[in-house]
């Protein structure tokens, strides 16, 4: 038999898997002015990026992925930008905002002045945030005490440079689930606070801008295998994929949500059926016969016998 697995890591995996099964997100329609979320390894959808977190990923200290800040202008006419960044759940906290101030050169407001050098121009920024909210916001402007003016991006574009970044630390105890980390639009946690705004100049005053798209990001946590994310990969593992596969196979709606899906498809060629079950049950034996690897070493080990032939 040739078997599809190659050696995959569980990083390449997860990029293998966001192509086949799609997900949905709110996004805002087109717009002139969009603030989205992007961090390496996630697969772009147009509902926004997906970060696909295989369990074998996480080391003692969880997991960081670093997550830049990014800001469209196709006009040029912002003169004012205050995104604020939430994830709901505490397993993955977001922490280490750059104040946009800082390195410069790497983000997008970071001006340059006549003589080429950089400079901080009236560009003003002011990073915060929350640990008991679990937000990271900050506020860019171009501003002083007598006029306001658009802010010109450095470099050539400002979709090129972030406008910041932070990082989403992923705790080693997360249960396998879809979380979204999203731009605030509306107090969630306190009456009065901060939202993300977006301010435009328009005929020499400032308006705010009210088409704003803004494109969140998922973080899809599974574990290859264990379908019922107990730790433990065995035959009630194979016995929901079969489950399941009946299901797809008579035509009847199928109960896997994303994670379980990715968790489901062993071999990875997009399918949910019984040769992922076998590999369930072939590892469960191994297991009953006083087998060390895990799940995810264990394939590679099959594949590498494969290649071998
Ligand atoms: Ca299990
Ligand atoms: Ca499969």
Redesign the pocket.
């Known amino acids: 038999m040739k078997k599809s697995f190659r050696k995959i890591t569980a990083l390449s995996l997860s990029l293998l898997m966001s192509a086949v099964y799609p997900v949905t997100s709110a996004y805002a329609a087109e717009s002139q002015h969009e603030i989205y979320l992007s961090a390496e390894g996630t697969e772009k959808t147009d509902t926004g990026e997906v970060f696909y977190l295989e369990r074998s990923m996480l080391g003692d200290d969880g997991y960081t992925l670093k997550i830049n800040i990014f800001y469209r202008d196709d006009v040029l006419n912002t003169w004012y930008i205050s995104p604020k960044v939430k994830c709901a759940d505490q397993n993955i906290k977001l922490r280490n905002l750059v104040d946009p101030k800082d390195p410069l050169i790497e983000f997008a407001y970071a001006e340059t002045n006549d003589a080429g050098e950089l400079s901080y121009g009236s560009n003003s920024t002011l990073a915060s945030g929350s640990e008991i909210y679990n937000t990271v916001n900050f506020t860019c402007m171009n501003s002083n005490l007598m006029n306001r003016t658009a802010m010109k991006p450095y470099g050539e574009y400002t979709n090129s440079y972030p406008l910041t970044s932070f990082d989403a630390i992923i705790s080693k105890e997360i249960p396998a689930g879809e979380y979204d980390i999203y731009f605030l639009t509306e107090a969630e946690d306190e009456p009065d606070q901060r939202v993300t705004e977006i301010s435009l100049m328009i005929d020499g005053g400032p308006e705010p801008c009210t088409d704003t798209a803004l494109t969140n990001m998922k973080i899809v946590v599974s574990s290859l295998g264990d379908i019922d994310d107990n730790g433990i990969v065995d035959s009630n593992d194979a016995s929901a994929i079969l489950k399941e596969y009946s299901l797809l196979s008579t035509k009847k709606s199928p109960s896997f949500d994303t994670p379980k899906n990715y968790a489901?498809?062993?071999?990875?060629?997009?399918?949910?059926?019984s040769?992922?079950a076998s590999l369930i049950l072939k590892y469960y034996s191994y297991k009953s016969t006083s087998g060390y690897m895990d799940f995810v070493s264990y394939l590679s080990y099959l594949d590498s016998l494969d290649s071998a032939e």
Not at 264 to 273: E, H
């Open positions: 489901a498809d062993v071999n990875k060629d997009g399918t949910i059926n040769s992922d």
